[in-house]
């Protein structure tokens, strides 16, 4: 989830063009389910003001903004929980305030390449008892006959807060629990499931996300958002969900990610440490943790041997897109990986984005090469 501003610095200083606001379509209500085509090619109508992108893959609906893409197979479809973005029309800030979703949408296929079905709203932030604002990044997992979506959403005291939403449809409507999560705390939640059953949330994201405000169970409003360049990187959460999928089964822990000499990144490592979006998947009994850098635009991975870590950095899997690059997924699908992911091709907006998707791929010995997913022409 995004929560820092991006400004025409922050593109330029990467080589990337910075669009303006260009030709394209929004719609903040669709209660009937409707079916969209996956676009052949991009044809934003933007205006560039450098060289013109060629995008790797187009975006997966075009009549809704959408997010932060949280992907899984259930059945053997592909269903994909985003953040819904809308122009709200409230002033850009570092905080990330303009980010100020108030629904999810759920879409689905039946693979990559085919026919996208955007199923309507699944959750709406009036019917969070809890609620305030700012519906970020979800995630959902299958268990106990039942769809679980976590969602972080800001309370009424302005802390981000993990709520549960359960329903008997991958599709919804979901319906959440009237209280968050006991213990819960940050934005970008990710469910785990080993094959052992034991299921793990994975959460948390700096600045914006409040994530260094915590000490412990405490919160501290006045924290700073960046932390000495020398000091240890403040690293995501997870905790073991319990059998009813609804709370912790045990403590929240840091997940520690280390560098190749087995010491901890240091927060001045912008282009390695923890910002925001990690995503867990297994691979031939490795465990892959991903995540964002956030202000330095690349999503990267850790592996290691169990599921709460340590991981130990490899690389990067994506370098930066037009806009940001944050919370993505990655799956299996039919003998594939794939990597979910956005942009801002249509909007050319920080705050309005799509989703898109691309093959993963992996050298023989599983590590992953990076994917470029625009070039300028």
């Given at each position: 989830m995004l929560v820092s501003r991006?400004?025409?610095?922050?593109?330029?200083?990467?080589?990337?063009?910075?669009?303006?606001?260009?030709?394209?379509?929004?719609s903040n209500s669709s209660s009937s389910e409707t079916t969209t085509a996956q676009p052949a090619a991009a044809d934003s109508a933007a205006t560039a003001t450098a060289a013109k992108p060629k995008f790797l893959s187009a975006p997966l609906v075009r009549d809704i903004y959408t997010a932060d893409p949280s992907a899984h197979v259930f059945g053997g479809r592909i269903y994909i929980y985003p953040s819904h973005d809308i122009d709200a029309g409230i002033k850009e800030d570092d905080n990330g305030a303009h980010f100020a979703m108030r629904d999810y949408h759920v879409l689905s296929m039946d693979s990559v390449g085919g026919k996208v079905t955007d199923h309507g709203v699944a959750l709406d932030i009036k019917d969070i008892p809890w609620a305030k604002r700012q519906l970020w990044a979800p995630d959902a997992e299958f268990k106990n006959g039942t769809y679980y979506l976590y969602f972080p959403v800001k309370d009424k005291q302005d802390v981000f807060r993990l709520?549960?939403?359960?329903?008997?449809?991958?599709?919804?409507?979901?319906?959440a629990d009237p209280k968050p999560m006991a213990g819960s705390y940050s934005i970008d939640p990710n469910v785990f499931t080993d094959a052992d059953g034991q299921s793990y949330l994975y959460f948390g994201g700096i600045w914006g996300g409040q994530l260094q405000r915590w000490r412990g169970t405490q919160y501290d409003s006045t924290v700073a958002p960046n932390q000495p360049a020398q000091a240890v990187a403040i690293g995501p959460r997870v905790a073991r969900l319990s059998k009813d999928m609804r709370s912790f089964a045990g403590p929240v822990t840091e997940v520690q990610i280390l560098d190749e000499n087995g010491k901890p990144l240091l927060a001045g490592d912008t282009k390695r440490r923890f910002f925001e979006g990690g995503w867990l998947h297994k691979y031939q009994g490795k465990y892959y943790y991903s995540y964002s850098t956030g202000d330095t635009h690349l999503l990267v991975y850790a592996v290691g041997d169990k599921p709460t870590g340590p991981f130990t950095y490899k690389g990067v899997i994506m370098n930066p897109v037009q806009g940001w690059t944050t919370h993505h997924s990655i799956i299996e699908h039919k003998g594939k990986w794939y990597i979910f992911y956005h942009d801002t091709e249509l909007s050319g907006k920080t705050h309005l984005r799509n989703v898109k998707v691309t093959e993963l791929k992996r050298r023989p010995d599983g590590s992953i090469e990076t994917i470029e997913p625009m070039v300028t022409q």
């Open positions: 991006l400004s025409k610095a922050h593109l330029l200083g990467f080589g990337l063009p910075l669009l303006l606001a260009g030709a394209a379509c929004q709520g549960v939403a359960t329903s008997t449809s991958p599709t919804g409507p979901f319906k």
